[in-house]
Protein backbone atom coordinates (compact mmCIF):
# COMPACT_ATOMS: atom_id res chain seq x y z
CA UNK A 1 0.00 0.00 0.00
CA UNK A 2 2.48 2.37 -0.77
CA UNK A 3 0.80 4.33 -4.22
CA UNK A 4 -1.89 6.72 -3.04
CA UNK A 5 -5.58 6.07 -3.14
CA UNK A 6 -5.70 6.72 -6.90
CA UNK A 7 -2.78 4.45 -7.81
CA UNK A 8 -5.18 1.69 -5.36
CA UNK A 9 -8.64 2.92 -6.31
CA UNK A 10 -7.49 1.94 -10.28
CA UNK A 11 -5.60 -1.28 -9.87
CA UNK A 12 -8.43 -2.34 -8.17
CA UNK A 13 -10.32 -1.30 -10.67
CA UNK A 14 -12.83 0.50 -9.15
CA UNK A 15 -11.96 4.08 -10.68
CA UNK A 16 -10.60 4.07 -14.20
CA UNK A 17 -8.42 7.26 -15.58
CA UNK A 18 -10.91 9.39 -17.19
CA UNK A 19 -12.11 9.70 -13.57
CA UNK A 20 -9.38 9.90 -11.84
CA UNK A 21 -7.84 12.89 -14.65
CA UNK A 22 -11.45 14.29 -13.91
CA UNK A 23 -10.55 14.80 -10.24
CA UNK A 24 -7.10 15.72 -10.75
CA UNK A 25 -8.92 18.59 -13.30
CA UNK A 26 -11.45 19.96 -10.69
CA UNK A 27 -8.79 20.01 -7.68
CA UNK A 28 -6.23 21.83 -10.02
CA UNK A 29 -9.02 24.38 -9.78
CA UNK A 30 -9.96 24.37 -6.56
CA UNK A 31 -6.08 25.22 -5.67
CA UNK A 32 -5.99 28.17 -8.28
CA UNK A 33 -9.01 29.32 -7.09
CA UNK A 34 -8.05 30.02 -3.36
CA UNK A 35 -10.14 30.47 -0.61
CA UNK A 36 -12.81 32.72 -2.21
CA UNK A 37 -16.17 33.28 0.22
CA UNK A 38 -19.10 32.21 -0.92
CA UNK A 39 -21.03 35.06 1.13
CA UNK A 40 -22.07 38.04 -0.81
CA UNK A 41 -20.71 40.27 2.00
CA UNK A 42 -17.10 40.54 0.82
CA UNK A 43 -17.77 41.14 -2.50
CA UNK A 44 -20.48 44.20 -1.62
CA UNK A 45 -17.64 45.74 0.49
CA UNK A 46 -14.88 45.26 -2.39
CA UNK A 47 -17.63 46.87 -4.64
CA UNK A 48 -18.42 49.75 -2.04
CA UNK A 49 -14.77 50.41 -1.46
CA UNK A 50 -13.74 50.66 -5.62
CA UNK A 51 -16.90 52.59 -5.91
CA UNK A 52 -15.60 55.04 -2.94
CA UNK A 53 -12.27 54.85 -4.81
CA UNK A 54 -13.56 56.19 -8.20
CA UNK A 55 -15.89 58.95 -6.72
CA UNK A 56 -12.39 60.47 -4.73
CA UNK A 57 -10.79 59.69 -7.70
CA UNK A 58 -13.55 61.90 -10.07
CA UNK A 59 -13.62 64.33 -7.52
CA UNK A 60 -9.66 64.55 -7.75
CA UNK A 61 -9.61 64.94 -11.58
CA UNK A 62 -12.26 67.31 -11.23
CA UNK A 63 -10.28 69.68 -8.88
CA UNK A 64 -7.24 68.85 -11.46
CA UNK A 65 -9.27 70.38 -14.24
CA UNK A 66 -10.63 73.59 -12.61
CA UNK A 67 -7.10 73.74 -11.06
CA UNK A 68 -5.58 73.71 -15.15
CA UNK A 69 -8.65 75.86 -16.19
CA UNK A 70 -7.73 78.79 -13.52
CA UNK A 71 -4.18 78.94 -14.64
CA UNK A 72 -5.41 79.42 -18.31
CA UNK A 73 -7.57 81.88 -17.95
CA UNK A 74 -4.78 84.21 -15.43
CA UNK A 75 -2.62 83.08 -18.58
CA UNK A 76 -5.51 84.62 -20.78
CA UNK A 77 -5.39 87.72 -18.44
CA UNK A 78 -1.29 88.27 -18.26
CA UNK A 79 -1.49 87.97 -22.12
CA UNK A 80 -3.82 90.79 -22.50
CA UNK A 81 -2.83 92.80 -20.42
CA UNK A 82 1.07 92.20 -21.39
CA UNK A 83 -0.15 93.15 -24.83
CA UNK A 84 -2.77 96.33 -24.38
CA UNK A 85 -1.07 97.82 -20.88
CA UNK A 86 -1.00 101.60 -21.21
CA UNK A 87 2.54 102.41 -19.47
CA UNK A 88 2.15 104.68 -16.70
CA UNK A 89 4.10 107.93 -16.52
CA UNK A 90 7.11 108.72 -15.42
CA UNK A 91 7.05 112.46 -14.65
CA UNK A 92 3.16 111.34 -13.02
CA UNK A 93 2.41 114.37 -10.84
CA UNK A 94 -0.92 113.23 -9.54
CA UNK A 95 -1.61 110.61 -6.88
CA UNK A 96 -4.46 107.93 -7.96
CA UNK A 97 -5.31 106.16 -4.92
CA UNK A 98 -7.40 103.22 -5.16
CA UNK A 99 -8.35 100.03 -3.24
CA UNK A 100 -7.17 96.95 -3.03
CA UNK A 101 -7.81 93.76 -0.87
CA UNK A 102 -8.77 96.51 1.39
CA UNK A 103 -5.61 98.06 1.52
CA UNK A 104 -5.59 102.12 0.49
CA UNK A 105 -2.50 101.76 -2.37
CA UNK A 106 -1.46 104.67 -5.10
CA UNK A 107 -0.46 105.51 -8.58
CA UNK A 108 1.31 108.43 -10.09
CA UNK A 109 -0.32 109.11 -13.14
CA UNK A 110 -0.82 112.36 -15.69
CA UNK A 111 -3.86 114.52 -16.02
CA UNK A 112 -4.59 112.72 -19.27
CA UNK A 113 -4.66 109.18 -17.27
CA UNK A 114 -6.81 110.52 -14.56
CA UNK A 115 -9.33 111.96 -17.13
CA UNK A 116 -9.50 108.66 -18.61
CA UNK A 117 -10.06 106.65 -15.69
CA UNK A 118 -12.93 109.44 -14.71
CA UNK A 119 -14.51 108.49 -17.85
CA UNK A 120 -14.03 104.61 -18.17
CA UNK A 121 -12.04 105.01 -20.97
CA UNK A 122 -9.19 102.76 -19.25
CA UNK A 123 -9.24 100.59 -16.23
CA UNK A 124 -6.96 99.33 -13.22
CA UNK A 125 -5.99 95.50 -13.16
CA UNK A 126 -3.81 93.85 -10.96
CA UNK A 127 -1.93 91.31 -12.52
CA UNK A 128 0.85 89.20 -10.73
CA UNK A 129 0.65 91.53 -7.63
CA UNK A 130 1.23 94.43 -10.35
CA UNK A 131 -1.41 97.23 -10.98
CA UNK A 132 -2.03 98.45 -14.74
CA UNK A 133 -4.05 100.26 -16.72
CA UNK A 134 -6.07 98.74 -19.59
CA UNK A 135 -7.97 99.82 -21.94
CA UNK A 136 -11.97 99.30 -20.89
CA UNK A 137 -12.69 97.07 -23.07
CA UNK A 138 -10.09 95.11 -22.43
CA UNK A 139 -10.91 95.18 -18.80
CA UNK A 140 -14.41 93.82 -19.36
CA UNK A 141 -12.80 90.72 -20.90
CA UNK A 142 -10.58 90.10 -18.26
CA UNK A 143 -13.41 90.62 -16.20
CA UNK A 144 -15.15 87.53 -17.69
CA UNK A 145 -12.40 85.61 -17.15
CA UNK A 146 -11.57 86.68 -13.47
CA UNK A 147 -14.04 89.14 -12.09
CA UNK A 148 -11.68 89.98 -9.15
CA UNK A 149 -8.55 91.04 -11.38
CA UNK A 150 -10.04 94.54 -12.14
CA UNK A 151 -9.77 96.84 -9.59
CA UNK A 152 -13.12 98.64 -9.37
CA UNK A 153 -13.91 101.90 -7.64
CA UNK A 154 -16.19 102.76 -5.47
CA UNK A 155 -19.13 103.76 -7.68
CA UNK A 156 -21.75 103.99 -4.83
CA UNK A 157 -20.20 106.55 -2.70
CA UNK A 158 -19.35 108.58 -5.40
CA UNK A 159 -22.61 108.71 -6.35
CA UNK A 160 -23.72 109.42 -2.95
CA UNK A 161 -21.70 112.20 -2.56
CA UNK A 162 -22.58 113.73 -6.16
CA UNK A 163 -26.15 113.41 -4.80
CA UNK A 164 -25.51 115.42 -1.30
CA UNK A 165 -23.67 118.25 -3.64
CA UNK A 166 -26.66 118.43 -5.75
CA UNK A 167 -29.01 119.12 -2.89
CA UNK A 168 -26.75 121.74 -2.19
CA UNK A 169 -26.58 123.66 -5.44
CA UNK A 170 -29.68 125.29 -5.01
CA UNK A 171 -28.42 127.45 -2.24
CA UNK A 172 -25.80 130.13 -3.83
CA UNK A 173 -22.95 131.12 -1.96
CA UNK A 174 -22.63 134.60 -2.02
CA UNK A 175 -19.34 135.99 -3.41
CA UNK A 176 -19.37 139.32 -1.86
CA UNK A 177 -19.29 139.05 1.78
CA UNK A 178 -16.68 140.89 3.72
CA UNK A 179 -14.98 138.88 6.93
Known amino acids: MAGSLKDQL ?18 RKQSKQGSKPDNGQHTASVEAARQEKLQKDRALNEARKQAQVQRAGQAEIRQL ?16 YFI ?7 LWINADLQRQLASRR ?3 VCVDD ?30 KIAAEEAEYEQFQIPDDLDW
Open 10 to 27: FKAGIASKKQIKQVELEQ
Open 81 to 96: VDQHRIRLPKDGDIRY
Open 100 to 106: SQDKVKQ
Open 122 to 124: IAL
Open 130 to 159: RFELVPYEIAERIIQRDPNAVIKEDTERRD
